[in-house]
């Protein structure tokens, strides 16, 4: 038996159906669209640049080596390049807006990791799953963008803002990670993470749902992938760790050169044979 509401409808075909009481303006929902999109684009780009400011003060503090500092970083990029292969499609499958908010939330929860973490350990498993959260983050808040902008060139101002945002969070990232470091320390980068993320998730209840799409998602692609950049990632560190201390080169040598006695003093790298003026005769 048909609604009331498709009864309506039905006798008046050009009634205009208003918003339920309590949901957002379109205009305004996609205000709040743009900006969950534009903070969860500019946190993930932050803590790529703030991290490598703060790696002599994770190290004082946690005691660890210089492949464990590596490590940290290299934890979040691995995870965060190769789970872009397969976060699309993801984003497709869940849709934008709960796959956005899943990816937010575990950035959260994982930076949260990275801040209370007692060793250098615990942090590098933190910055593997803050890696994969923001490889969510960052095509579902594109396709939340896109969502919401249906005209062309509102959703094109909408892009460009986007990726001037992350653009600017590159280059602030280093001043601000010195300025935590310094102020708070090191873990002080991890814990801006936390009122942000909640700031996202809030403005995503504001946000209409986004619709489910098929997409071919490759499972034994996606762990191929990581497996193959882990290994690469792997076999890059231990041949830096086992390279050892540059060899010292010939010139600056503490053998005699062929053909030079022990005790003579050692000539001078930027040291030119005498020659004479051929216009004065003077030395040169």
Known sequence: MPSVATRSDQRNPTRVRRPAVGSPAPAQASGFALVAALLGFTVISIDVSAVNIALPAIRTSLHGGITGLQWIVDAY????????????????????????????????????????????????????????AAAIVMPASLALIRQAY?????????????????????????????ILTEAAGWRAVFFLNLPVGALILALLARVPRSPRRPAPLDLAGQVTAVLALAGLAFASSRAATRAGPPRPSSRHSPWPSPGRSPSSPPRSATARPWSRCPCCGGAT
């Not at 499609?89 to 937010?104: C, P, S």
């Not at 062309?152 to 010195?178: D, E, F, N, Q």
Request: glycine share 16%; net charge positive.
């Open 150 to 178: 249906e005209d062309a060139r509102h959703r094109a101002r909408a892009i460009a803002l986007w990726t001037v945002g992350g653009s600017v969070a590159m280059a602030v990232g280093p001043v601000l990670g010195g």
């Open 77 to 132: 990029t691995l995870m965060f390049a190769a789970l872009m292969l397969s976060a699309g499609a993801l984003a497709d499958r869940a849709g934008a807006r709960r796959a956005y908010a899943w990816g937010v939330g575990l950035f959260t929860l994982a930076s949260l990791a990275c801040a209370l973490a007692p060793g250098i350990g615990t942090l590098v498993a933190a910055r593997v799953v803050q890696g994969g």
